[in-house]
T-cell receptor, first 112, second 115 residues
Framework: AQTIHQWPVAEIKAVGSPLSLGCTIK??????LYWYWQATGGTLQQLFY??????VESVVQLNLSASRPKDDQFILSTEKLLLSHSGFYLC???????????FGEGTRLSVL | GDSVTQTEGPVTVSESESLIINCTYS????????LFWYVRYPGEGLQLLLK?????QKGSSRGFEATYNKETTSFHLQKASVQESDSAVYYC????????????FGTGTTVSVSP
């Protein structure tokens, strides 16, 4: 069975500090991978997607970047956090077209 | 553009009462959108509740039902008799889930079921 795991579960970070969030997929090769973000009181917005290793496309600009160093790994990062980065980050994967995306447990980020 | 609008929360209902969460969508760039309801229980990740890919059809899961109505562009979620364990945040979403496209979500509706 396919599983998706995100880390860390939660982070409290200072403004201006770096950030790295991870997502690992097990049991499926070459999945389409996605990062979503939800600000408090806001809606889930797609940030990035990746169809293959080494290729990442940005959907929304939030001064964040993403990378796909391995087929089963998707990383979200920034060198300098802003207060506005606070929220809930979700990684998702889709194995076949029209499949319902499977989501990870999410990471709750608080930037102070 | 493409968007989803759903009932604003929080919604509070008593156990064994009925629940309806309204969802309407606009799909201007997606010819045949799939419609989804996801749920997030306290302390857990986002889980698929139900999915319908064909207009006119109904999806059901865990006692919840939703019918894909293309005429009214709606996909309301209903349950006849809720339980305390149904307390969660419910998200309506649409999409084609191909290539770079993933899902477009509504804002989520927080439902609290009181015993």
């Amino acid at each position: 069975a396919q599983t998706i795991h995100q880390w860390p579960v939660a982070e409290i970070k200072a403004v201006g500090s770096p950030l790295s969030l991870g997502c690992t997929i097990k049991g499926k090769s070459s999945p389409n991978l996605y990062w979503y973000w939800q600000a408090t009181g806001g809606t889930l917005q797609q940030l990035f997607y990746s169809i293959t290793v080494g290729q990442v496309e940005s959907v929304v600009q939030l001064n964040l970047s993403a990378s796909r160093p391995k087929d089963d790994q998707f990383i979200l990062s920034t060198e300098k956090l802003l207060l506005s980065h606070s929220g809930f980050y979700l990684c998702a994967w889709i194995g076949t077209p029209n499949q319902a995306p499977l989501f990870g447990e999410g990471t709750r980020l608080s930037v102070l | 553009g493409d968007s989803v609008t759903q009932t604003e929360g929080p919604v509070t209902v008593s156990e064994s009462e009925s629940l309806i969460i309204n969802c309407t969508y606009s799909a201007t760039s997606i010819a045949y959108p799939n419609l989804f309801w996801y749920v997030r229980y306290p302390g857990e990740g986002l889980q698929l509740l139900l999915k319908v890919i064909t207009a006119g059809q109904k999806g059901s899961s865990r006692g919840f039902e939703a019918t894909y109505n293309k005429e009214t562009t709606s996909f309301h979620l209903q349950k006849a008799s809720v339980q305390e364990s149904d307390s969660a945040v419910y998200y309506c979403a649409l999409g084609e889930t191909q290539g770079g496209r993933a899902l477009i979500f509504g804002t989520g509706t927080t439902v609290s079921v009181s015993p």
